[in-house]
């Protein structure tokens, strides 16, 4: 690692390896900076670098006004521009290069802190909703509401959030931790479950006001005008393939679109879990890939624009997911497994040779630490995993048998 020093003064850690560097910045408020940079040895044995900078947007002259750096007006402009990273080690026999988007970098640890901000500052410009009059109420498999109770705290919105009761205790740590109201429904029923208490509380609450993630418009606009162009420019224009797990479909509905509009040749892939193949066509069923596989086809998706949709079964992800934490560095929840998964699927058909597949990881893994993800590390009736998936009886559709955790 050396250090390179702009025209500005402002020093830059930058790799050696990696000759354009991207300077962080969220795209709805601050422009880019790309840098390159060559490093060659001195006679001392040091390296002397040069660097030339280029604005991608335009630039201020006033230097207070420059917003890539310095203290933030509030929270919810820390949202955004997580930074990628190519798989070295899980990929083996693969012919095409995979590079990861890791969303669970956001200031909540998960991609939802994007659509949670824009779906809110949306119904904020409409004049539909208003700070400390207008209750919001959303359902929510975790990382939503995780996103909603943060940017609701930072804007002063009471919360109130359904969720099914399978998801994780940290998940519901965290909700609480930001002042939600949490109402659990049972998790046989999935998200339709949560979606249905949802409307029943929205009927039956004074100034209640539902964001609807699956139908709003602001969820995959948000990708479209931020996660899509991130990767296009980090990745220099040369992203053949979009890799994403579908939850509500929003993050390759709208980046993908992005994407495509860019090069048309982009290939968008889906990844389902097989215990619930909705999109490809199968029934809805029990599973463990929490994030993902809602039961049903969500409406802010519009499932023509995927060219190829891969089921991940939930032993598949959590073995990968694991790999991640032990093997690369990256400790990733379940999801992101699965879209690991179809990655190295992908990749490792001849045909894609040379190419480039970007996938995204979508939350944190310590959200997960209660869940069969790393039960095998600290429960003591953590069930045997050289039965799983069995054990889980996912094929059946049935909810396993509960491990000793705690619950809320």
């Not at 390159?36 to 900078?53: L, W, Y």
């Not at 089921?311 to 073995?319: F, L, N």
Request: glycine content about 8%.
């Amino acid at each position: 690692m050396h250090t390179c020093h702009i025209q500005c003064a402002r020093a830059v850690p930058c790799s050696l390896s990696a000759p354009i560097i991207s300077v962080p910045h969220f795209p709805l408020f601050r422009d880019r900076l790309h840098q390159k940079c060559t490093a060659t040895p001195s006679t001392s044995g040091r390296f002397v670098t040069t660097c030339a900078a280029t604005v991608a947007t335009e630039q201020t002259t006033n230097a207070t006004a420059d917003t890539r750096r310095g203290i933030k007006n509030n929270a919810t402009e820390l949202i955004g521009d997580t930074p990628m990273v190519y798989l070295n080690k899980v990929n083996e026999r693969c012919f095409a290069r995979i590079a990861c988007k890791l969303e669970l970098m956001e200031p909540c640890t998960s991609v939802k802190d994007r659509i949670a901000y824009n779906m809110i500052n949306k119904a904020e410009e409409q004049g539909i909703i208003t700070p400390g009059k207008t209750i919001l109420v959303e359902p929510t498999s975790g990382n939503t509401g995780v996103g909603l109770a943060y940017i609701a705290s930072a804007k002063g919105y009471k919360l109130i959030l359904t969720m099914p009761d399978t998801m994780s205790t940290e998940r519901r740590i965290l909700l609480k931790a930001f002042g939600a109201d949490l109402v659990l429904t049972p998790g046989n029923k999935g998200m339709t479950g949560a979606i249905s208490k949802c409307q029943q509380l929205v009927n039956t609450t004074p100034n209640a006001f539902c964001l609807q993630q699956f139908e709003n418009p602001a969820n995959p606009e948000v990708h479209y005008k931020t996660t899509g162009p991130e990767i296009w420019r980090d990745t220099a224009g040369k992203v053949d393939f979009l890799v994403a797990g579908v939850g509500t479909g929003g993050t390759i509905q709208g980046a993908g679109t992005y994407l495509t509009d860019q090069n048309p040749d982009v290939q968008l892939i889906a990844v389902e879990p097989s215990e619930s193949p909705v999109l490809s066509g199968g029934r809805p069923g029990f599973h463990q890939i929490q994030g993902i596989g809602a039961g049903f086809v969500p409406k802010v998706l519009d499932p023509t624009i995927l060219d190829e949709i891969f089921r991940v079964s939930s032993k598949e992800s959590v073995d990968m997911a694991r790999r991640l934490a032990k093997e690369e560095g990256l400790l990733c929840g379940i999801s992101s497994g699965a879209a690991v998964v179809a990655s190295i699927r992908l990749a490792q058909r001849v045909e894609n040779k040379g190419k480039l597949i970007v996938v995204i990881l979508p939350s944190f893994g310590e959200r997960y630490l209660s869940t069969v993800l790393f039960n095998n590390l600290w429960s003591k009736d953590a069930e045997d995993e050289s039965q799983m998936p069995k054990a889980w009886k996912m094929d059946a559709g049935e909810e396993p048998v509960n491990t000793q955790e705690p619950r809320l």
